[in-house]
């Protein structure tokens, strides 16, 4: 792994044991099982997690187990690209925890801004929905959004578009327009749902405006940037804690 300037980081330190996917993994893991585990028992109906079963209908019923499957999976296969060790420090997760609530912080600074600039309001629609059910879509949303939005579409496309180009100026600005065309297309998501038309009405989509656009995009590439600076992980964490800031504090 290099910089942004071609100069190799250094495989030790806290830096770089937060971007290793085996933490990634174990960090996210839990958040996902308290997911999954309670939409098992209360209806927590999630965009992210309905297109990713339809993507992977192919497979028949098992689809709706696929989509923890296929982040630990992806997390795995880098993993092994990668040839990391397989320990995992604790203390490394509780930093990435702090951090997560760290960075969180500038979310609510944009939120903030654009709403005084453009007369919005925050990411997560949740008035007149179960405490319970909007916990579950925080949680899942953090997650399973990082992982389309960040991990795919930003990380995995960035790295497909950048592999081959030598030039660091080159590879600088096809990973900001990456970043800028993820965060829009992070944006339009919340408003025009790729697959799940059926069952988007359940999900109480907010209509379109361009303050929640707007928002939406800013907050897209502050995600974005903590994801290329701080790993997947951490990124999904504060979008986690973002949204749950939201159910309890904000929209109460």
Not at 152 to 180: E, Y
Request: hydrophobic share 55%; aromatic share 12%.
């Amino acid at each position: 792994m290099s910089s942004r300037h071609g100069y190799p980081l250094r495989r030790e330190g806290y830096r770089w044991e937060t971007s290793r996917p085996a933490h990634c993994l174990a960090f996210v893991a839990p958040i996902l099982v308290v997911f999954h585990v309670g939409s098992a028992y209360v209806r927590a109906p999630l965009l992210a997690t309905a297109d990713l079963e339809r993507i992977l209908g192919v497979f028949g019923p098992a689809a709706w187990y696929l989509p923890p499957v296929l982040v630990a999976a992806a997390l795995l296969v880098q993993h092994s690209a990668r040839r990391d060790r397989w320990r995992v420090r604790p203390t490394v997760l509780a930093g990435m925890a702090a951090e997560s609530v760290l960075w969180a912080v500038p979310l609510l600074a944009i939120n903030y801004l654009v709403s005084r600039l453009l007369a919005t309001n925050g990411m997560l629609a949740a008035g007149g929905t179960p405490t319970q059910v909007n916990v579950l879509q925080a949680l899942g949303a953090g997650i399973y959004e990082e992982f389309v939005f960040r991990y795919i579409l930003l990380g995995l496309v960035a790295w497909a578009c950048t592999r081959s180009v030598n030039s660091p100026a080159k590879r600088d600005l096809i990973t900001l327009v990456v970043l800028l065309a993820s965060s829009l297309a992070f944006s339009l998501y919340h408003h025009f749902p790729w697959f799940a038309r059926v069952g988007a009405a359940a999900v109480n989509l907010p209509e379109f405006s361009g303050g929640a656009f707007a928002w939406r995009t800013a907050a897209g590439l502050c995600l974005g940037l903590v994801y290329a600076y701080r790993g997947f992980g951490i990124a999904a964490g504060a979008h986690v804690v973002w949204n749950l800031y939201w159910v309890f504090v904000a929209a109460a």
